[in-house]
């Protein structure tokens, strides 16, 4: 079981000895100066929402300045959102749509890395709230999805998340009910792993610590519990395996 060692929003945005200004700027840069702090919102404020390709074309040229990394063809659609920008590395041809997050706040030494050929489809949020993230080469993540890490989510080369899926490698501990809800510790069992060319149908859900292996399959609506082994098709909930790949 391991414990969240990063501070969470609320506990940022709670804390009396912080300003608001503070509190803003811990949330959406780190710990950087006032100047590269004041660069990067103006920055945002003024090319984020251009539409068509002279607002792809402006943020192609100035956005790569703001990451740790950033390889050649970028194309970063309109109301993109990016909080540590430092701590986030993108291969060459990285396609992020509009109205995406990506925010990684809580990545380790590692960061959050998005490879060669990646596909973020719009309004998908990418965060880490703790440990590393790696979304690996010629990946696709559909539209409406959400990937949230607890302790580190790695998926494969090739994988395909259709849209509405939902990952999230973290739960809460309901044991002491002498706490309220809003007061509880999250922790994680372990990180999500997606191997190679896996695809994951529309709307599922995969829990804590699963891994699903290599060229696998899982069904439309399944919500993943345990670990689905390579080259099988899993459906339900829980998801279980219905079916052997040959």
Known sequence: MTPMDNPSIRRILSDPNRSSYRKYRDLTVGDRGFSAFAVF?????LLGPIPGALGILLRQKIYPGFFRKCGRGLVVGRNCTFRHPSKITLGDKVTIDDNTLIDARGAD????????????????????KNGDIEIGKSVSIGVNS???????????????????????????DFDDLTRKVAELDGYSTGPIVIDQNVW????????DGVQIGEDSIIAAGAVVTGNIPPRTIASGNPAKVVFQRR
């Open 200 to 207: 994951v149908a529309t709307r599922v859900t995969i829990l």
């Open 109 to 128: 030494e590692n960061g959050l890395v998005i490879k060669d050929d990646a596909i973020i489809n719009r309004n998908t949020i990418v965060q880490s």
């Open 146 to 172: 959400t990937i949230v890490s607890w302790s580190g989510i790695r998926i494969g080369d090739g994988v395909r998340i259709a849209g509405g899926c939902y990952l999230s490698a973290g739960r809460f």
């Open 41 to 45: 919102e103006t920055v945002s404020a």
